[in-house]
């Protein structure tokens, strides 16, 4: 079974910094983009940060200069770090992209999720 599954959310101050992965399992045959998305309380989810297969980067402008998306390709594995946290960083941050699998089969995953919270 195809999933992502996200890790390093946690608590943080502000200005500090955190480095989010959602690693992709089971039997993918490749992953080529990937997008980080976040959502926080009342808001709409909003896409922050994609990748491309070749390894390019956009960002939204509430992230940029702040945000760096890279991935592991080998290890199906993308990394979203994180600098100079704000409070209004703080929300449920996903990945989601489309995963081709090992049966030949081409669709859209989503992770579960992690919480990022930016408090003093």
């Known amino acids: 079974q195809v999933q992502l599954v996200e890790s390093g959310g946690g608590l943080v101050q502000p200005g500090g910094s955190l480095r989010l992965s959602c690693a992709g399992s089971?039997?993918?045959?490749?992953?080529?983009?990937m997008g980080w998305y976040r959502q926080a309380p009342g808001k709409q989810r909003e896409l922050i940060a994609s990748i491309t297969s070749a390894g390019n980067t956009v960002y939204a402008d509430s992230v940029k200069g702040r945000f760096t998306m890279s991935r592991d390709s080998a290890k199906n594995t993308f990394y979203l770090q994180m600098n100079s946290l704000k409070p209004e960083d703080t929300a449920v941050y996903f990945c989601?992209?489309?995963?081709?699998?090992?049966?030949?089969?081409?669709?859209?995953?989503w992770g579960q999720g992690t919480q990022v919270t930016v408090s003093s």
């Open positions: 089971g039997s993918i045959f490749t992953i080529d983009a």
């Open positions: 989601h992209g489309p995963i081709a699998t090992m049966t030949g089969r081409r669709r859209d995953f």
